[in-house]
């Protein structure tokens, strides 16, 4: 990832899969910068390369662990409420990944 391109991201949306996670990155303005898969081995590495910015993703089992590890990193990870739906297509998954950045750029989203 390009620098400039590092430092513009003020929101990152995760949908957190088996062995992918998807990933979409917001600049201040809440337009989309960065949409791409990585790989659970990639996730904290390119992390710990990003100035500090707001997170967040879809509780469960495995978002508690890696929230905590963001968190170490200088991030400010959060946690949504689980929705109860099944992904039907990739394209939801990034859909729900661009919601959950877009839900972090609202002021009634940022204080959940």
């Known amino acids: ?26 600049d201040g303005r809440g337009a989309i910068v960065v949409r791409q898969k990585w790989s659970r081995g990639q996730v904290e590495a390119r992390f710990a390369n990003m100035p500090p910015c707001l997170i967040g993703m879809e509780a469960c089992v495995g978002a508690h662990h890696l929230s905590r590890g963001l968190q170490k990193l200088g991030h400010d990870a959060r946690l949504a409420q689980a929705q ?29």
């Open 1 to 26: 990832m390009a620098e400039a391109l590092k430092n513009s991201i003020a929101f990152v949306g995760i949908d957190i899969g088996k062995n992918s996670f998807h990933v979409v990155g917001l």
């Open 84 to 112: 109860l739906e099944v992904a039907e297509a990739s394209l939801k998954i990034v859909s729900d990944c661009s919601k959950m950045a877009d839900a972090l750029t609202c002021p009634a989203g940022a204080d959940r």
